[in-house]
Nanobody, 124 residues
Framework: VQLVESGGGMVQAGGSLTLSCAAS????????MGWFRQAPGKEREFVAA???????YYADSVKGRFTISRANAKSAMYLQMENLKGEDTAVYYC???????????????????WGQGTQVTVSS
């Protein structure tokens, strides 16, 4: 199983970025997926989740600004981020939950596989 994030970078406040997560080594369409982030000195926190039926759930802090999506045919997941704020600065991770793909998973310990992360820095 491999998850590889890309698309991070530095952006000014109010700007946009789209993160991608390329998955391999498992049947992507069967898995629930999620995005998490971790800022320096803070715990890893939930950002957004999507199940294998494309239902979604967001943290309150990103609701209305971020959009999670997936393309099962490409074994890929995305996080479109708009109106970025300084507090969005973090390393962003994609994660996969094995089994129960129809559920939305919100806690880090519910996920079995993780990518290496991609840095997002929002400057004011």
């Amino acid at each position: 199983v491999q998850l590889v994030e890309s698309g991070g970078g530095m952006v000014q406040a109010g700007g946009s970025l789209t993160l991608s997560c390329a998955a391999s080594g498992f049947t992507f369409s069967n898995y629930a997926m999620g995005w998490f982030r971790q800022a320096p000195g803070k715990e890893r926190e939930f950002v957004a989740a999507i199940n294998n039926g494309h239902s979604t759930y967001y943290a309150d802090s990103v609701k209305g600004r971020f959009t999670i999506s997936r393309a099962n045919a490409k074994s890929a997941m995305y996080l479109q981020m708009e109106n970025l704020k300084g507090e969005d600065t973090a390393v962003y991770y994609c994660a996969a939950h094995e089994g129960g793909g129809w559920l939305l998973r919100l806690k880090p310990d519910e996920y079995h596989y993780w990518g290496q992360g991609t840095q997002v820095t929002v400057s004011s």
